[in-house]
């Protein structure tokens, strides 16, 4: 199974006479508040944008970064937010310890407790993209601003998570609607990858989705699955010590788009998302990469994009490039020195927060 990128979603823009800006990322920072046992136990800068970016800048790969924050911002970034002064920004409150929520998710129960602007489609350059990724966490993508990002870049990834949350009127615990009755479907035969974890998963036809993009199911610690047309296949993850899961499913993104930028196949830039995903777990907030990692890895992008172009018999072998990556990845920060950590959502007694 080779499962390379489709093709180009462009039609009317050629011929080009300036060149593709790289990535275009679409989502608002936000404020995370975790929450445990009634205590708040960490405040982090989040948002999909906020870890996607952490990993492509991490990884040098140039983006540009569209979101929005209110007044009360409080965290220095990469990349500036615009600012409605009007408006707090948007804050997630993380439980851990409410068991299963609605949707069956025993990991966390999310609350969308205050809301920013939405992102509208001229808040967006009108610059041509290769990869644009709509990653909203709170509703601010909207039908209008996703059919801009499909104008303006060849490929577009979209996390689900952008398309189908919607939010309790009185204490806005996320809920899920199907992807039918988004308000998005007639969009997605224009998307390239749709990314969905596995509890998100059961919210569309993966059977009907697959004819349309590429759609990737994240699973945790069992790694993700990647279904196209009639092929599918499953990456396999990387051992991690889970701290905290947030921000997981979005480094996996990150790591995706950077293994496609450098023209890995799917499935090798699906495990370089493992990659990103599984580091990601070991920290609260945003991870920190440990440069040596970092470097190792690029080193094994090369060698393995080197190693396809001589025989495309690789392209089907992973466990080569899994092998490789693994002690790269070992490299990085002990997870040890983390000072506290949250275990697959339910505290130990001398692990918890
Ligand atoms: N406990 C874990 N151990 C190793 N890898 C993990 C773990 N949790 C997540 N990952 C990696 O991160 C990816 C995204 O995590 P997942 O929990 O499925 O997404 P989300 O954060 O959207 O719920 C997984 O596909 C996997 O590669
Ligand atoms: O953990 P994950 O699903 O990848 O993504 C998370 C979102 O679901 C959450 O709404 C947001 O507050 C976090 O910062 C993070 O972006």
Redesign the pocket.
């Known amino acids: 199974m080779t499962l390379n990128p489709p093709p180009s979603q462009q039609t009317s823009h050629s011929p080009r006479r300036i060149p593709n800006r790289r990535v275009l990322i679409v989502g608002n920072y936000?404020h995370?508040v975790l929450i445990q046992n009634g205590s708040v136990v960490a405040e982090?800068?989040?948002?999909?944008a906020?870890?996607i970016s952490n990993v492509l800048d991490s990884s040098s790969v140039s983006c540009d970064l569209v979101s929005k924050v209110g007044h009360d911002f409080r965290y220095e970034v990469t990349h500036s937010p615009i600012v409605a002064p009007e408006k707090e920004t948007?804050v997630?409150e993380?439980y851990f310890d409410l068991g299963i929520d609605g949707i069956g998710h025993a990991d966390r129960v999310?609350k969308?407790v205050s809301a920013c602007d939405p992102i509208l489609p001229s808040d967006i350059p009108d610059s041509r993209f290769d990869f644009g990724m709509a990653v909203g966490?709170?509703g601010e993508i909207l039908p209008e601003t996703l059919e801009k990002m499909v104008e303006i870049c060849d490929v577009v990834a979209v996390?689900i998570?952008a398309l189908i949350r919607v939010f309790d009127p009185v204490d806005g615990a996320?809920k899920l609607v199907d992807l039918k009755e988004s308000g998005f479907y007639h969009i997605l035969h224009r998307i390239g990858f749709l990314k969905a974890?596995s509890d998100e998963a059961l919210f569309m036809d993966v059977e009907q989705m697959k004819h349309l993009c590429c759609v990737v199911v994240t699973n945790g610690e069992k790694g993700c699955r990647i279904y196209h047309k009639d092929d599918e296949m499953t990456v396999p993850p990387f051992l991690a010590k889970q701290v905290d899961?947030?921000?997981?499913?979005?480094?996996?993104l990150g790591g995706l788009i950077v293994g496609l930028v450098e023209g890995l196949t799917v499935p090798d830039a699906a495990l370089l998302g493992n990659l990103f995903g599984s580091i990601t777990v070991e920290h609260i907030g945003q991870p920190k990469f440990d440069l040596m990692m970092l470097q190792k890895v690029k080193d094994e992008v090369q060698r393995r994009k080197k190693q396809c172009n001589i025989s495309s018999s690789h392209n089907n072998d992973h466990n080569e490039f899994h092998e490789r990556l693994s002690p790269a990845r070992f490299s990085c920060v002990d997870s040890q020195l983390q000072p506290k950590l949250l275990v697959n959502g339910h505290s130990c007694d001398d692990r918890s927060l």
């Not at 899961?245 to 996996?252: I, N, R």
């Open positions: 936000c995370d982090t800068l989040g948002g999909a906020s870890f948007t997630f993380a999310l969308r966490v709170g996390d998570q996320v974890s899961p947030t921000g997981a499913g979005d480094s996996f």
